[in-house]
């Protein structure tokens, strides 16, 4: 089962705009991480929080996390028409022993040109 | 260092079949993992391998099972095929012995097709 719900669903921005994409979950987590998948292909890891960390920047990609809502946010600035993709939060959790990545259903994003 | 390579890209099965699909972790990588993609979800953890034994399960049948391989490699096979089975099969390799601590090292997928 997905361990949590992302949102939007969808987004479409201009190029030029930021994004901004949300992810919550349901256990307590060791670090979350984001991902991206190119038209249903293997996937690329983004960055990755620790539960401990409250915000991190990758480039232009600044993602918060806040365990007391069981949410993060990826932020994309700057936006590029290669950016779009879908983009996924994925969970490492006590509960699966830290075995596994759980991943939300994720937000398909579109960078009009 | 070469990455995670998965084999076949495509595949186009029958219900009631068997599948045996191939992965070769990244070069100095002892874990793999596997995943199940149905169109327009996110991946489902099926099972991690470590030292040649499964290391963890989600939530699918015994029809589910794996290999891995003293090189590290690693067989994820389907039996009984079911239509529902029809998915993108992520393979995916990490170095920290059984457990995720950071990135996880995808392949490009197989894409399985059951009719």
């Known amino acids: 089962s997905q361990q949590g719900e992302e949102d939007p669903q969808a987004l479409s921005i201009q190029e030029g705009e930021n994004a901004t994409m949300n992810c919550s979950y349901k256990?307590?987590?060791?670090?979350l991480q984001w991902y991206r998948q190119n038209s249903g292909r293997g996937l690329v890891h983004l960055i990755l929080?620790?539960?401990?960390?409250r915000e991190k920047h990758s480039g232009r990609l600044r993602v918060t996390l806040d365990t007391s809502k069981k949410s993060s946010s990826l932020l994309i600035t700057a936006s590029r028409a290669a950016d779009t993709a879908s983009y996924f939060c994925?969970?490492?959790?006590?509960?699966?022993?830290?075995?596994?990545?759980?991943f939300g259903s994720g937000t398909r994003l579109q960078v009009q040109p | 260092e070469t990455g995670v390579t998965q084999s076949p890209t495509h595949l186009i099965k029958t219900r009631g079949q068997q599948v045996t699909l191939r992965c070769s972790s990244q070069?100095?990588?002892?874990?793999v993992s596997w995943y199940q993609q149905a169109l327009g979800q996110g991946p489902q953890f099926i099972f991690q391998?470590?030292?040649?034994?499964?290391?963890g399960r989600g939530n699918f049948p015994p029809r589910f099972s794996g290999l891995q391989f003293p090189n590290y490699s690693s067989e994820l096979n389907v039996n009984a095929l079911e239509l529902d089975d029809s998915a993108l099969y992520l393979c995916?390799?990490?170095?920290?012995?059984?457990?995720?601590?950071?990135?996880?090292?995808f392949g490009p997928g197989t894409r399985l097709t059951v009719l």
């Open positions: 070069s100095g990588h002892n874990t």
């Open positions: 391998y470590y030292r040649e034994e499964e290391n």
């Open positions: 995916a390799s990490s170095a920290l012995g059984g457990r995720v601590g950071n990135e996880q090292f």
């Open positions: 256990t307590s987590i060791n670090n």
């Open positions: 929080i620790r539960s401990n960390e």
């Open positions: 994925a969970t490492v959790s006590v509960d699966t022993g830290r075995r596994a990545l759980t």
